[in-house]
């Protein structure tokens, strides 16, 4: 007996469509896209328990971050690190959807508010998956650990090394 159309093509899109968002593992917890212009589907509802308020601790220094509510497509936040009470460093972080899925842009300040990357340039993390409790992309992984308590966990490049570097966050 011959299968009905559509259950082969359901077959062969799944077949197909498995190798299509490749996911490596980059660090213990983080992933990376195998081919970074091949973007899985997401929307900022994967992301909006990140709204809010939070502080912690990373890099040996305090922060604070604030997530503003989705809006236009967009989410917008920014990063302050601090030592002894001194600023170490900004970010200005932008959570997009684009082309089907998501993009954190992040752009670099000094304690004297002079961008790290040129005009035009920003670090561009693409969307890889999100699970339950967490959501990554290609450097970062976002794992929230109960609803006031989540760690990131970035990757450092140098060279041939690469590290991660943990960040624990509590809500404000």
């Keep these: 007996m011959r299968?009905?159309?559509f259950i082969i093509c359901?077959?062969?899109?799944?077949?197909?469509?498995?190798?299509?968002?490749?996911?490596?593992?980059?660090?213990?917890?983080?992933?990376?896209?195998?081919?970074?212009e091949i973007r899985p589907a997401a929307t900022l509802d994967d992301v909006s328990w990140l709204v809010g308020n939070w502080s912690g601790e990373a890099f040996g220094q305090t922060f604070e971050e604030h997530w503003n509510p989705p809006t236009a497509g967009s989410m917008?936040?920014?990063?302050?690190?601090?030592?002894?009470?001194?600023v170490s460093f900004y970010e200005l972080l932008l959570l997009v959807e684009e082309e089907g899925?998501?993009?954190?842009?992040?752009?670099?300040?000094?304690?004297?508010f002079v961008a790290w990357e040129d005009k035009q340039d920003y670090?561009?993390?693409?969307?890889?998956?999100?699970?339950?409790n967490a959501v990554h992309f290609s450097g970062i992984?976002?794992?929230r650990e109960d609803e006031d308590n989540m760690h990131a966990y970035i990757v450092f490049r140098d060279g041939d090394e690469i590290r991660e570097?943990?960040?624990?966050?509590h809500r404000n």
Aim: glycine share 2%.
């Design 3 to 5: 299968k009905p159309f």
């Design 10 to 36: 359901a077959t062969l899109l799944v077949t197909l469509a498995s190798p299509l968002f490749a996911q490596s593992q980059n660090t213990a917890h983080t992933f990376k896209l195998d081919d970074p």
């Design 76 to 86: 917008i936040g920014f990063f302050k690190l601090m030592d002894d009470g001194e």
């Design 101 to 112: 899925s998501l993009s954190l842009k992040v752009k670099h300040f000094s304690r004297d």
């Design 123 to 132: 670090v561009d993390f693409r969307f890889v998956k999100s699970e339950q």
């Design 141 to 143: 992984s976002f794992y």
């Design 165 to 169: 570097e943990k960040l624990v966050y």
